[in-house]
């Protein structure tokens, strides 16, 4: 089973003389299948956690191993050889394209991987759209969309390239309860049915609770909860 885990992380943000200490020292072990909670107040460090696993951001301090290999060694070099297969990234606000159908946004993936098999990569986008409930929205545009709806495309963009782990910022955080509800219960299924290690920043509890393992963010410390 393929595992990654992060190994002493810290971060110091500085701004002018003043600094500010995130991650101090943390450790965290994520395989294929789980489906983990990271919960924490506003600036706590959640995001901050999910950008250095994806590789967003450099820690200070720290390792990032997938199996036996270094990510972070000879400068990161492994890090963006790798990552478009390893990771996928959902954002809190979705960073949709609004020039761009809800196919050509999930396509846009494939365009940056350049891959080449349009046809397949056509079927793993219906296939995806399809698990996720939107597949008859593939021609429409963000404008179009509801938050909810938005929220799965997002979700479609991060895991249509069949990533090992994925990384989801507040998925809920700005849903009422019934969308909320249905995103939390579709980001499990896929973790479950396709095999992906999630991690989820939530400063929802009921979510969190759902997950199977989950881990509070204070003072720049990750305890298990």
């Known amino acids: 089973m393929n595992k990654l885990i992060a190994s002493n992380l810290s971060k110091i943000y500085h701004s002018g003389d003043h600094q500010t200490l ?8 994520i395989s294929e299948g789980d489906a983990i909670g990271v919960i924490g107040s506003s600036g706590s460090g959640k995001t901050t956690l999910l950008q250095i696993i994806a590789g967003l951001e450099l820690p200070d301090k720290g390792n990032i191993f997938f199996n036996d290999i270094n990510l972070l060694s000879d400068n990161a070099k492994n890090f963006n050889l790798m990552r478009s297969k390893l990771f996928g990234y959902a954002y809190q606000f979705h960073y949709l394209l609004d020039d761009l159908t809800v196919y050509e946004n999930c396509n846009l993936v494939f365009k940056i991987a350049k891959s080449i098999n349009i046809e397949e990569n056509s079927k793993k986008i219906m296939q995806t759209l399809d698990e996720l409930g939107i597949a008859a929205l593939q021609n429409n545009y963000p404008y179009m969309l509801s938050g909810g709806e938005r929220q799965r495309v997002a979700i479609a963009r991060a895991v249509v390239h069949e990533p090992k782990f994925v990384l989801m910022d507040e998925p809920t955080g700005n849903l009422d309860q019934e969308n909320a ?11 479950k049915d396709h095999n992906i290690g999630i991690v989820v920043a939530t400063h929802d509890l009921n979510y969190a609770g759902k997950l199977d393992k989950v881990f509070r963010i204070e003072n720049g410390d990750l305890k298990s909860v």
């Open 22 to 29: 995130v991650l101090s020292d943390i450790s965290i072990s």
């Open 181 to 191: 509800e249905i995103i939390q219960n579709l980001t499990i299924k896929l973790a």
